[in-house]
């Protein structure tokens, strides 16, 4: 374990870093420099996780999205990253299994982060640096500085070659110490203690391993668990089913009058999904037979935001049957065949919902929610999926929720692969002949579009102005000189930024504007 002085020096050095590296500058280069610093405290600092091999994946993970911030430079590369190097450090600190214990645990160190510094300086306390012998060996030159002030002043004098150099290094002297002092600013200072904040959050591990041991406690094989009777009947779940079937559902018989409902359930659930079904393999699936008086935006969000929710109150209600002893009930097989078919036709369910979002694309082209849905089915997808290896192989709710943990990580750093902004604006214009272009909506795309808007000024120069002015500079304006003003206003800031602030995207989109 190092000192709690190493602790303290990396947190100050490292704002002092995130200070000059992110002031008035955008992530670029300036990541892969922190990212280094970080990752290299954490190794430092907690040397025994070295052999962790889900952390070794995390680093790959972030080394990757690291890559994808200078290549892609989007809002879903940046958080990627955000995400994967918060997940190393937590598993290099603490003993995790599970992406949302991890994620915890790491809530718990920016909690006590203020706390844990004052507690390393107070663990410095009593420790006195010896001056003395510097303050000594500092008088003895005090003499030979100042013979050697006099003659460098007369040499200074006699050559001119001297003096301008010497004049010269007295103004970058000059220019070091007012950059210097321009960091006594409020918001600068502001911006210090913030570096030092998410540092200390990095880099000091909290004494709290709430999150850690509850993780490591889990189980992935659920066991069966013999429930006193007398307890059971004291608990809400009871008094509600006494409520509803009477004495029997806190009787002996108890389990076996669970089984009955929930085959029950199970059963009447999906005949009616095996009716939802049917209508959507025949209207949506076979002839997008959709009536025509009913708006397609409609169609999908609505009826695909009430598809999903029908998707997961699903997965709870099997959740639910399938959380106790009844896994091991002997003669469950009918539950167990009847949740089978159910997930089956929740998954049927799932791709008429994609088949609704391919018809809004089609139609009405991509957009940021008709993107995400996607990545969403592909959660729900991989949720139905552990929800029949959970019952098949009988398995506990935390191993539902590490494998979708871990799924979900996975997806954000694929879905982080592909500028997005960009991939709008490409298929809808290439599509602009079938799909009405959005020009409100490409006009807000993020600046790494503005090659392909440029590609398709005449989208622009047809829209109706009346529908789509632009105010700025205090006066109203066209589509086409918003897209101007935007184009010039991407080219003056990124000369403001220094290379701290380079990437390829940003770069490839200046180089093709000017």
Known sequence: MKQPSSKLLLVFTGAFIFNLLFWNEKIGVN?????AFVCTGVLVLYPSSRSNKIRGWLLVAQTATLALVIIQNT????????????????????THQSVFFAGGSIITNYVAAVPNVFIEFGNMGGKR???????????LFVIPLAILCV?????????????????????????????F?????????????LGAFIIAGLLIKSGASWFSDKDMNCHNDLSRKKNRLKKWRETALADLLQLIIGRAATGNLALKIEYRIGTASIILLNILLAFINVLDISYVWLGYGIDK??????????????????????????LFFFRGNINFYRKNKWLKYGAYLWILQNTLLVLSVLCRDYYYISSLGLAYKRIGLLFFLLMVLTGLITIFLKIYFTKTVYFLLRVNGWVAVVLLVISSCVNWDVAIARYNLQHKATIPPDVHFLLSLSDHALPVLQK??????????????????????????????????????QKQYSWLSWNVADASVLKKLE
């Open 129 to 139: 640096i010896p001056v003395s012998g510097w303050i000594r060996r500092f008088r």
């Open 75 to 94: 809002i879903l590369s940046k958080l990627a990253l955000v995400v994967t190097l918060l997940l190393f450090v937590s598993f290099s600190e603490f």
């Open 293 to 318: 008086n009913i708006q397609l935006s409609a169609y999908v969000h609505e009826g695909a935001g009430l598809l999903i929710l029908s998707i997961l109150l699903a997965m709870f209600v099997l």
């Open 181 to 193: 002092f321009s960091w006594f600013s409020l918001e600068r200072i502001t911006f210090f203690f």
């Open 151 to 179: 003659f460098f002043a007369i040499y200074a004098s006699a050559n001119v070659v001297l003096s301008n150099l010497f004049n010269a290094a007295l103004d970058s002297v000059a220019h070091w110490f007012s950059n």
């Open 31 to 35: 990541a892969v420099i922190f990212d």
């Open 456 to 493: 398709n000024e005449d989208v622009f120069q047809n829209a109706a102005s009346r529908n789509t002015d632009y105010f700025f500079n205090n006066a109203s304006h066209s589509p086409l000189e918003y897209f101007n003003y935007r184009k010039e206003q991407f080219i003056v800031k």
